[in-house]
């Protein structure tokens, strides 16, 4: 079996659906559910017996090590993580608990585990870490995309607590041996996205009629890729990756953040359109910039294509059509995420007018 982390979260809980839908290995999914992680994700799995959900910190090392010796995983796939930029700049200290300490204590009790494994066991085990273009930081508009061997830059607190944890990761390799591989993905969306990112707040604020808010002017860009190619990806690198390698993972989809909102709005208009006859275009709105805001990212995907045949199956306008359909489809869904919780951080975030 498979110890997953983070996995109620968006793609934790996109990965761990593909995983048991494809293969009858077992998941232990270890999440402290704070407000992004949400069983409801995995309702279609309560009776599974693959699934083993545990609600737990991957800061408390006696869960993990008891974990570890109960179950005896061949893998970690490690998604959990703080991972919303504007929280970060109103809230760096969770993001430095989780992201940082989180992986070094997984790091750490995955080290502890392998020590007691028989040679064969330690050979085939992997822990992957799951990181971000990020860290990479802002790119010009004429610079190449991302390739794995781009230096550091992170602007954000965001940015660099997972920059933090890649270190670790990496150190870990060299001076344990740790079998780690690390993969550097670009802008996720699909279904079971936290609607406080671009595209579900979008969609969601668009049908209650309420303001898409844009900051600043709108033209920074983003490499769009469909949750299900990134969990494809990371599937890949679990099978044949290299400990010790990264690997980049983009949708070859570079977008303005005013061209994303722009295509959602006419898919809604489509879809469901609004009941006055308006497009939903008409409710964009200019606000205040994101502080040390990132122009532009995108991602040179050529090493996974090479080494391990993977390239993105969905196009943006296939993939953002099926998320589309998806929030509309699951109306209670969103009504369900929309807890008081969610309430404050829209009002800290946009004030109380939103
Ligand atoms: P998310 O915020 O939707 O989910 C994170 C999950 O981690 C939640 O279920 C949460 O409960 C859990 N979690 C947080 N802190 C924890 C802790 N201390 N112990 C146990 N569980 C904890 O995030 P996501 O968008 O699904 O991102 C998953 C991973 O992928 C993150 O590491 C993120 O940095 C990375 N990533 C995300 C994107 C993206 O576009 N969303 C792109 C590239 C990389
Ligand atoms: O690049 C990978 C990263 O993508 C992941 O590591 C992060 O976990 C994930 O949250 C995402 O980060 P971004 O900051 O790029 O995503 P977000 O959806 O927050 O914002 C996308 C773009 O849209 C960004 O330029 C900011 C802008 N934006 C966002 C919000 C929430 C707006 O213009 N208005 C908004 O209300």
């Given at each position: 079996?498979i110890?997953v982390?983070?996995?109620?979260?968006?793609?934790g809980?996109?990965f761990?659906?593909?995983?048991l839908?494809?293969s009858?290995?077992?998941?232990?999914?270890?999440?402290?559910?704070?407000?992004?992680?949400?069983?409801?994700?995995?309702?279609?799995?309560?009776?599974?017996?693959?699934h083993?959900?545990?609600r737990?910190?991957?800061?408390?090392?006696?869960?993990?090590?008891?974990?570890?010796?109960?179950h005896q995983?061949?893998?970690?796939?490690?998604?959990?993580?703080e991972s919303h930029?504007?929280r970060?700049?109103h809230?760096?200290?969770?993001?430095?608990?989780?992201?940082?300490?989180?992986?070094?204590?997984?790091?750490?009790?995955s080290?502890?585990?392998?020590?007691?494994?028989d040679?064969?066991?330690?050979?085939?085990?992997?822990?992957?870490h799951?990181?971000t273009?990020e860290?990479?930081?802002s790119?010009?508009?004429?610079a190449?995309?991302?390739?794995e061997?781009?230096?550091?830059?992170p602007n954000?607190p965001?940015s660099?607590?997972?920059?933090?944890?890649?270190?670790?990761?990496?150190?870990?390799h060299?001076?344990?041996?740790?079998?780690?591989?690390t993969?550097h993905?670009?802008n996720?969306?699909g279904?079971?996205?936290?609607?406080?990112?671009?595209?579900?707040?979008?969609?969601v604020?668009?049908?209650?009629?309420?303001?898409?808010?844009i900051?600043g002017?709108g033209?920074?860009?983003?490499?769009w890729?469909?949750v299900?190619?990134?969990?494809a990806?990371?599937?890949?690198?679990?099978?044949d990756g290299r400990p010790?390698?990264?690997?980049?993972?983009?949708?070859?989809?570079?977008?303005?953040?005013?061209e994303?909102?722009?295509?959602?709005c006419a898919?809604?208009?489509e879809?469901?359109?609004?009941?006055d006859?308006?497009?939903?275009?008409?409710q964009m709105v200019?606000v205040?910039?994101?502080?040390?805001?990132?122009?532009?990212?995108?991602?040179?995907?050529?090493?996974?294509e090479?080494?391990?045949?993977?390239r993105p199956k969905?196009t943006?306008a296939?993939?953002?059509?099926?998320t589309?359909?998806?929030?509309?489809?699951?109306?209670?869904w969103?009504?369900n995420?929309?807890?008081?919780?969610?309430?404050?951080?829209?009002?800290?975030q946009?004030?109380?007018e939103?």
């Amino acid at each position: 079996m498979i110890l997953v982390t983070g996995g109620a979260g968006f793609i934790g809980a996109n990965f761990t659906l593909d995983w048991l839908h494809a293969s009858d290995e077992p998941i232990i999914n270890l999440d402290k559910l704070t407000y992004a992680g949400n069983l409801e994700n995995l309702a279609s799995l309560a009776n599974d017996p693959r699934h083993i959900f545990v609600r737990g910190d991957i800061c408390d090392r006696a869960l993990i090590d008891s974990l570890l010796a109960t179950h005896q995983p061949r893998a970690i796939v490690h998604f959990a993580a703080e991972s919303h930029v504007d929280r970060s700049i109103h809230g760096p200290g969770e993001f430095l608990r989780s992201n940082v300490e989180g992986t070094f204590t997984l790091l750490e009790a995955s080290r502890a585990y392998l020590s007691g494994l028989d040679e064969k066991a330690r050979a085939g085990f992997r822990f992957h870490h799951v990181s971000t273009d990020e860290v990479y930081g802002s790119l010009s508009p004429e610079a190449a995309p991302f390739a794995e061997g781009h230096p550091y830059a992170p602007n954000s607190p965001y940015s660099a607590s997972k920059a933090a944890s890649d270190h670790l990761a990496r150190a870990w390799h060299k001076t344990y041996g740790l079998p780690v591989t690390t993969s550097h993905c670009s802008n996720n969306y699909g279904p079971f996205h936290f609607p406080e990112k671009l595209i579900p707040l979008v969609i969601v604020n668009a049908l209650a009629g309420k303001p898409l808010p844009i900051y600043g002017d709108g033209l920074q860009v983003r490499d769009w890729l469909y949750v299900g190619d990134h969990c494809a990806a990371i599937c890949r690198i679990l099978e044949d990756g290299r400990p010790g390698e990264t690997y980049n993972i983009g949708g070859w989809n570079e977008m303005s953040n005013l061209e994303i909102v722009r295509q959602v709005c006419a898919l809604l208009d489509e879809l469901r359109p609004r009941a006055d006859g308006q497009p939903y275009r008409s409710q964009m709105v200019h606000v205040a910039d994101r502080p040390g805001h990132d122009r532009r990212y995108a991602i040179d995907a050529r090493k996974m294509e090479r080494e391990l045949g993977w390239r993105p199956k969905e196009t943006f306008a296939s993939g953002i059509r099926r998320t589309v359909h998806w929030y509309l489809e699951h109306e209670d869904w969103v009504k369900n995420v929309q807890s008081g919780a969610y309430q404050e951080w829209v009002t800290k975030q946009y004030g109380a007018e939103s």
